[in-house]
Every structure is written in C-alpha cells, then in structure tokens.
C-alpha cells in the first residue's frame, strides 16, 4: 500500500503574523465591537498594493495569490452545507449569530455543486502594461481558509474547519469567516495555474454580484499591481552542471529537483508524510500574505514529529501509559457509529509495481465516524512483543473514561511509506459479483486511524477540529510502548488501495458488472452504535481485453465521480 503524496495541512495558526500585515489595511474602519449587527458585515481587502510572483521557464502555471481576503464584521459569516442522501442536492444554511441570538435562513436552491466552497465568488481581471487583457476568470472561495485576525480583540482562534472537503462522498459540511477574521480569497488547491511570462500587471479583484447581493456586500473592487519574475528552471542548471563537471556527481542529482517554494509547501502539491491515504485531501491553506513576505524557510513550515503543519502542535491526545487493569466493560455511553463511503477514484491501476501479465484494479476507501463518540484505540506490547494488544475506550457525556475492551491488535508495517503501528480490524475490502458473492478480496487488512477527510461536520458532537489529521504525529514510532489512534466524530479515513496485494487482482475475471464493498468493522470487534450501516456497495463494469482492460464506474446517484 502505498499513501498519496497530496498533503493533508491543517490550518496554520499563524493569525499574529497574518494579522501584522492584514490589521494596518482595515483595523481604521472596523466597526465598534460593542455594536453587533444583525447580520456579518462582509468586506474584501487587499493585503498590499502590489505583489510579486516567482516562477521558473516551464512552469506549468502561476500560483495566483494575490493577497485578497474576505473580512467578517460584528458576527462571523457561517453557512452548513449538507446532502439528506446521495439521491438529494445539497442544500445550504446561513446561520446569523448575535449575541445568545441564533437565526438561520435558507440560500437559493443549487448555488452549490459540491462541498468545496462557493463556486465563482470572485471576478478577477488582469492586464498587462500596454492596457490588454490577459486573464478575466472566476474563482471559487472555501470560507474555511482563515489567515489571520484583522483587529486585536478577535477570537484567539476561529472556531470553523480547517478546510473544504473535496471527498466526493461527502455528506456534511461547515463553512465560516470568524468575526473579526480574514479569509484568503484565493486557494491554489481549487485554482488552475495562469501561464504568465515575466512583467508587470494590473488585478481588479471583485466579489461576484449575487453574492455582493446575497451577503450586503459593497461594491468595492480591489486593484493589486502583480510582478511576475521568471527564472531559468532549476533542473536544467543542475542538468548543464552535472554534464559540466565530472565532479558535480551526487550533488548534480540533488540539485535536480527545483527548491520547494513556500507556497509549493502549502499547496499540497509537494513532499508529505500522507503516503497512500485519500486522494481527495481537504483543502490546503493558502499561506498567509506576512508569511509570503517573511524569509521563513521551507523547513520552519514542513512537519516534525508532534506536528500536523509545522506551525501548529498536535492536541495532546496521547495512549495511557499501561494497559488496562481489572475487569473489561461495555458501558451504556455513547459510541462511534463507524460509517463506510461506496468506493471512489476507481481505475485499472498502471503502477511499476505490477507484476507482467497482470491486471489490477485499483480504488480508493473511506471509513468514517458519525458519532456521537470519538473512536479510540489504544495499543500496548510487552518488550519483546512484535504485536501490540489493542484496547477499545469508552467516555461519559463529561469526558471521564469509564470502560475499556480488548479488541485485537496492532502490528509494526516497516514498508517504505509507512513506518507506523497498524490497527488490525478496523475495514476490509471485496469485489462482489453481479450476484453479491464475493470474487476477489483486497489484501489489505492493517490500518493506521487519521482524520484524513472531513465527511459529515453537521452531525452530533462532530469535531471541526480533529486530532491527527497527519501521519507525522498519528500512528507512533517503531520504539513505541504504547500507541492511540482516533477517529473523531464527523472524520473519516481514507485508503488508496493500489498495490498488486491490495487492488484488486481481475486478471482472470470475465467482463461484467461487479461491486466494490467497502466494509467497516468486520469482524464487529469494535463497539458501535450500530453496525447495521457498515457496508457500502458501489458498481463498476469491467471490460476490454487481457492487459488492456478497462473499468466503467457509472453514477452512484447523484454523485457522478468515478
């Protein structure tokens, strides 16, 4: 198995330092806080007046961000986002909080599409230094991508998700701009690149009107003059260097690869440690305009150990030092409702690691919590033990453990990419047959628990700020005693299945119509809820010919991915 390498970045806690920058522009017309008003005033801003872009000869496209942000006055925009199934549109809620006062009314029927935000929010135009027009395109906006506080007596920290999820599964989610916060307009996670060459340009960036009309938001367009740099790619440098000199040798191969820029670090488009969990990771943050102009280094915002995006701590969830003494009990609190997602990202799998001769499916699997209980399954082993014991706990309505029960076991997984502790029964994966029975089944059967994917933030107890959403602080260390995992209330994990010994091997499958079960808790060791929505089917048809086979996914109802 091996793990995607799109990054799951948590939301950077860096509001002092995006509020350096973003305060001076705004803090002179923010309204009294005393005063609150029925209804967020809403405002777009230009952090600076001009930005600079770098870019390298080749590069495929600019990261557009050009310092806008949407700013929340007197009470915070919030909205809830959610589908009641597959089979309905999703809806959306703007909920208006004024002091103790709580009201909620319904946006137009279809303003959104997915759960990714807010579709074409912002107009932008730019043109080059003799008045042509170069770019007049629309942006999507995730109301989640907090950069910063915009006056000193905000919140601390802004109570809304870290992101917008991109799971196309997703049941669920929450949108906000805390009040007294900025939210960064662009996100290059949902933005396809400008090609650009160097020079010197003018951005008029504007909210689209039915959303000016929607939010009271002014009509207010924003200028940014934008200078766009362009330099000799790196790899070809390192290219005439090693070919130059017999004594570039190793050197010349690490020179190769162009250094990571900070935006790159944030966009999830470079290292990470998330090897093989979903392809469809929330969305990054956009970096904080004071962060853009710092002289930071990559390395200040890559993870470490106890980190989820270099920048914040991980919460201190950690295993109990011991095992569990005296009798095991199931107590009547609540528990997890463990939840699988129809499979997604369906394709015949090309990876190297094939064997000749044969054909693969490969797929990607998402297990969630629907709650109202956090999931938490802590390990232990006795020196010497290759294996861990794993233990199930459980919690009161105030957070006290109240019981335990054993639950099978942890194993070391010493595979490049992953170098974690693997809980044994928390999913497993088969191909059915038209008819239901079974004809292939995954290999894939350890799992370590992270809160990769928002699925549902609207459900009871759901935590808009999951513990462990990166494998650098999930899943332990091969010393370790002792190890927990959690699955929070409204997360899910998702697994890309695309190794020959955990795709499915349909080398000898006939062509036809077939079904990928995901199923949860298989062999109901955990305690749930219920366990009576732990499969989920979704139908795929098999065709073509040996080593050219191809697979056709058709809609799952109204979710037309593959």
């Known amino acids: 198995m091996t793990r995607s390498s799109r990054a799951r970045f948590a939301r950077p806690a860096l509001a002092a330092a995006a509020a350096l920058t973003v305060t001076a522009g705004v803090v002179a017309a923010a309204p009294d806080a005393k005063k609150a008003e029925s209804a967020p005033k809403l405002t777009l801003i230009a952090a600076s007046k001009s930005v600079n872009i770098h870019s390298y000869e080749g590069a495929t496209g600019l990261d557009l961000n050009l310092g806008t942000y949407l700013t929340a006055e007197g009470s915070p925009l919030e909205l809830t986002a959610k589908r009641k199934s597959y089979k309905d549109p999703i809806t959306v809620q703007q909920t208006i909080r004024q002091g103790k006062k709580v009201t909620t009314k319904n946006l137009p029927a279809g303003l959104v599409k997915d759960f990714q935000g807010l579709p074409d929010f912002t107009h932008i135009t730019m043109t080059d230094a003799s008045g042509k027009k170069v770019l007049d395109a629309k942006e999507n906006f995730c109301p989640n991508n907090a950069s910063g506080r915009v006056r000193p007596d905000a919140a601390a920290t802004s109570r809304y998700p870290e992101s917008c999820p991109r799971n196309p599964f997703t049941r669920g989610s929450v949108w906000g701009v805390e009040n007294g916060w900025a939210s960064n307009t662009y996100n290059s996670w949902y933005t396809e690149g400008v090609t650009l060459p160097a020079g010197t340009y003018t951005a008029k960036i504007n909210v689209a009107k039915k959303y000016r009309d929607l939010f009271g938001i002014a009509n207010k367009p924003q200028t940014v003059k934008v200078n766009v740099t362009v330099e000799p790619s790196p790899v070809g440098r390192a290219a005439a260097k090693k070919h130059g000199s017999h004594g570039a040798g190793h050197a010349g191969h ?13 966009s999830g488009n470079g290292p990470t440690y998330n090897v093989g969990h979903a392809p469809y990771p929330p969305a990054p943050p956009a970096l904080p305009w004071a962060l853009q102009k710092s002289a930071r280094t990559v390395a200040n915002v890559g993870d470490r150990p106890g980190q989820t995006d270099g920048s914040r701590l991980a919460p201190g969830l950690k295993a109990n030092a011991k095992r569990p003494t005296g009798k095991a009990v199931v107590p009547d609190v609540p528990k997890p409702d463990l939840r699988s997602l129809p499979a997604f990202d369906v394709q015949i799998s090309t990876a190297p690691e094939n064997p000749a001769g044969k054909d693969f499916m490969s797929f990607s699997a998402n297990v969630w919590n629907a709650g109202p209980a956090q999931l938490v399954v802590d390990g232990f082993r006795a020196p010497g033990d ?10 009161d309505a105030k957070g006290k453990q109240v019981g335990y029960t054993p639950t099978g076991t942890m194993e070391w997984d010493p595979r490049p990419g992953h170098n974690h502790w693997h809980f044994t029964d928390f999913a497993s994966y088969r191909l059915l047959k038209a008819d239901k029975k079974e004809a292939v089944r995954s290999g894939k059967e350890a799992f370590c628990l992270v809160n ?7 459900v009871k107890n759901a935590n808009w700020h999951p513990f462990s959403t990166d494998l650098s602080s999930a899943c332990g260390e091969e010393k370790a005693i002792s190890v927990r995992e959690v699955l929070d209330v409204g997360s899910g994990d998702t697994y890309t299945q695309d190794l020959p010994d955990q795709s499915f091997d349909i080398t000898d499958l006939p062509n036809g119509t077939y079904y990928i079960e995901v199923l949860a808790n298989p062999e109901k060791r955990l305690k749930e809820t219920t366990t ?18 191809t697979v056709t996914v058709p809609p799952h109802d109204l979710i037309n991915a593959n």
């Open 254 to 266: 690490h020179d190769s690869a162009p250094k990571m820029t900070l935006q790159e670090a944030t």
């Open 386 to 395: 290759e294996l861990m014991d794993a233990y199930q706990y459980f919690y």
């Open 452 to 458: 990769t994917d928002a699925v549902d933030y609207t």
């Open 532 to 549: 009576a929505n732990n499969s989920a089917l979704r139908q795929v048809v098999l065709g073509g010919t040996p080593g050219a086979r």
